[in-house]
């Protein structure tokens, strides 16, 4: 069994008009969308894209959310919003939010899923093409270290 790993990434939105309020704020569900966006470019980053996923028979559904709301953000705001993954080889994966205007922490949370089989419907264990990618990862960044 390896050693738990930790993958951090970061991605960046700009808020569009549709996303937000009469008074011009975001409207709260669309940061779990902000979440999403961070989710995918962080598991982008390690080589592992949604759609490889699911081509090889597997979903990722979500079981656990969570947002924490400490500041508003606005109509044209450019938000960062970093993501970070502790993965120690389980079958479900926590997913850390924290997102940013202009330095300031707006809005922290989570977002929990479990391996799911496309043919049964029902968790299982994380598949190989999701493990090989996160080893590769993690083979190269202790390369570089």
Request: aromatic share 16%.
């Amino acid at each position: 069994m390896m050693d738990a790993v930790d993958i951090k990434n970061r991605a960046s939105v700009r808020i569009r008009y549709a996303e937000t309020d009469k008074m011009g704020v975001v409207y709260n569900s669309n940061y779990f969308i902000f979440f999403d966006v961070g989710r995918v470019e962080l598991m982008r980053s390690y080589g592992m894209q949604y759609s490889d996923l699911e081509k090889a028979g597997y979903y990722l559904p979500l079981v656990e959310s969570y947002a924490k709301y400490i500041n508003s953000a606005y109509y044209d705001d450019y938000l960062e919003i970093e993501v970070m993954l502790k993965w120690d080889f389980k079958p479900i994966l926590k997913f850390e939010y924290s997102i940013y205007r202009n330095d300031e922490l707006i809005t922290t949370g989570f977002t929990t899923h479990c391996f799911m089989s496309t043919k049964t419907m029902k968790p299982v264990r994380p598949p190989k093409v999701f493990v090989d990618s996160i080893v590769k990862f993690k083979k190269q960044r202790d390369i570089l270290s």
